[in-house]
């Protein structure tokens, strides 16, 4: 993926992967240097600070654990809500398995 060039391609690229904002840590700071070339009153310039912010947005957004599915064979945890009730489950897998959060989607 090429860097952007101009203000409205720095929009489209982080508008493309604003949904796995709330999967990235620290998302928003991440991505600081490119929301200051958005700015209307500032002429637009790409620095080094913008290309590290490019960079590395592109990796944690490929980077695991951002989706993956889920691993029937151990533990996990889900949630489904009902307006504001939330119902939590267990699998039916080992008893004192470790668990760990991962984020899974389905379309």
């Known amino acids: 993926m090429k860097p952007p060039r101009n203000s409205k391609e720095v929009s489209k690229f982080l508008g493309m992967f604003q949904w796995y904002a709330k999967f990235i840590k620290n998302y928003a700071d991440l991505c600081e240097p490119l929301y200051n070339l958005k700015r209307r009153l500032k002429k637009f310039t790409w620095s080094i600070e913008a290309q590290k912010a490019f960079d590395v947005v592109k990796v944690a957004i490929t980077k695991a654990p951002v989706l993956k599915l889920p691993d029937f064979q151990k533990l996990y945890y889900y949630g489904v ?7 939590r489950g267990r699998s039916s897998s080992k008893q004192g398995a470790k668990t760990s959060s991962i984020c899974f989607s389905y379309a």
Not at 81 to 87: A, D, E, F, T
């Open 81 to 87: 809500i009902y307006g504001c009730k939330l119902n």
